[in-house]
């Protein structure tokens, strides 16, 4: 196939080019080129989105596959309009922060959206990320209704994660001879290393799928998730559990950034942030690898890349919280 991918230099998009490249396909990468190189073999063609007559050059080409994972809605819009006559089909990544409701657990791809970001938007605001993103997935699905594809995905982890979030995990349970865990032992993870969600979206290509899928995998509970962390990184610290009352007494953050854990949304309001219903998904060929795999090759990667990101508690703040658990008994 000759495939293009609007971007290709970073993360998901980067790695979505290195698997279509591994089964032998035609990749063409159109970006800036600011953020990394393409993968080998791929061909980059430098473009600033911003200019509107970015693809031009590229419409004079046919594309078996286009891929974007853009956040920008002008982006998208501007895309379509140049590359729809080009493409044969069309995938869009975009995120499951378009969906309304975060509260209410074993929802599929019918549960309300977001209302798509105005055109008048700040498109940098990432407050209104969940906004964006959907205004960008009704620009593509309003232009190639029967010819694209739209993929939401959830928390993506593993090996070169820019945001540091799941890299936390490996970090603290091979750093730390007792691991503090927050919230109850039956809550819900859900998440998919990169590695696996590449392979699917080229797989969607290849098989010319329609549709809306969710690109994450199926939940586990908090428990089986730090024991396959464990497992990967091949340590045994105690587990210190606290409550979400505890953590918040102590000034600790959700989810991701300074004094944060990553992975922890408390309360009723994000029952379903990490409780998707992917039963479309796996029927679409979703596969998934044993989170102790990317726990391993995350570790690996912290390693060989001592300068990379780990969000959430220091390994001081981490130590400090686990004593102050103790004090409580």
Not at 128 to 133: C, I, P
Not at 208 to 224: A, N, T
């Amino acid at each position: 196939m000759n495939i293009l991918v609007l971007g290709g230099t970073a993360w998901l998009s980067r790695q979505i080019a290195a698997e279509a490249l591994s089964r032998g396909h035609d990749v063409t990468c159109a970006a800036r080129g600011e953020s990394g190189p393409v993968a080998d073999g791929a061909r980059l063609v430098t473009v600033d989105r911003d200019d509107p007559d970015a693809l031009a050059e590229l419409a004079e080409q046919e594309w078996e596959a286009v891929i974007d994972v853009t956040r920008r809605p002008s982006h998208a819009r501007a895309a379509v309009a140049a590359l729809a006559d080009a493409a044969e089909h069309w995938t869009y990544i975009s995120s499951v922060s378009v969906y309304a409701d975060h509260a209410t657990p074993h929802q599929d791809v019918s549960a309300p959206t977001l209302e798509p970001a105005p055109s008048d938007v700040d498109e940098t605001d990432t407050s209104r990320y969940g906004e964006l993103k959907r205004a960008c997935e009704v620009a593509v699905t309003d232009a190639l209704p029967d010819r694209s594809l739209v993929v939401r995905p959830g928390l993506v982890v593993g090996p070169g994660d820019p945001s540091g979030r799941f890299a936390y995990w490996p970090h603290h349970a091979a750093a730390a001879a007792e691991l503090l865990v927050p919230g109850s032992p039956e809550d819900n993870v859900q998440l998919i290393d990169v590695r696996d969600l590449a392979a699917w979206v080229v797989t969607l290509a290849e098989d010319d799928v329609v549709g809306v899928l969710d690109g994450v995998g199926p939940p586990v509970s908090r428990e089986q998730f730090v024991q396959e962390v464990l497992v990967g990184v091949d340590t045994s610290p105690a587990l210190v559990w606290v409550e979400d009352e505890f953590l918040a007494e102590h000034g600790v953050q959700m989810w991701m950034g300074e004094r944060s854990i990553p992975l922890w949304a408390p309360g009723p309001g994000y029952a379903g942030h990490m409780a998707r219903d992917v039963l479309l998904s796996v029927d679409a060929d979703l596969l998934v690898r044993p989170l102790s795999e990317t726990a391993r090759d995350t570790l690996l990667w912290l390693r060989e890349n001592p300068d990379a990101t780990v969000a959430g508690l220091t390994d001081t703040e981490h130590a400090e919280l686990v004593a102050a658990a103790h004090r409580r008994t």
